[in-house]
């Protein structure tokens, strides 16, 4: 019989494989101060119709976040950007900034 406290977990396993990573930030991965991770998706979501389109607002395009998270990490190589943003991590990265946003607008209608 196996003991199930020695079989390591996913989490433990995960963890071990990562020691060796060193986590770069993504304002700071580019070629220059000016070209970057963040750079590259602050702009995407600015350019004209890509913002509603994360937000499921073109109906019309078919297009799903995961598929432009993926093209998202693609734009980031093709850019130069060596540093590996997995499309699973651009999601999370860009829901996060959605979320600020959404906040900072609700405090700015409420405050000023």
């Not at 590259?40 to 073109?58: A, H």
């Not at 499309?87 to 409420?110: P, S, T």
């Amino acid at each position: 019989m196996v003991n199930s406290a020695s079989i390591p977990t996913k989490k433990v396993l995960e963890s071990a494989a990562n020691k060796g990573k060193v986590r770069v930030p993504w304002h700071t991965d580019g070629p220059t101060p000016e070209l970057n991770s963040m750079a590259v998706i602050i702009n995407w979501l600015m350019t004209d119709g890509n913002y509603s389109c994360w937000r499921g607002e073109d109906k019309q395009n078919g297009t799903t976040k995961v598929g432009i998270a993926n093209e998202l990490s693609q734009l980031i190589k093709d850019k130069g950007i060596t540093v590996e943003r997995p499309g699973r991590n651009i999601h999370v990265r860009i829901n996060c900034l959605d979320q600020q946003f959404i906040a900072a607008k609700d405090w700015r209608r409420h405050n000023m």
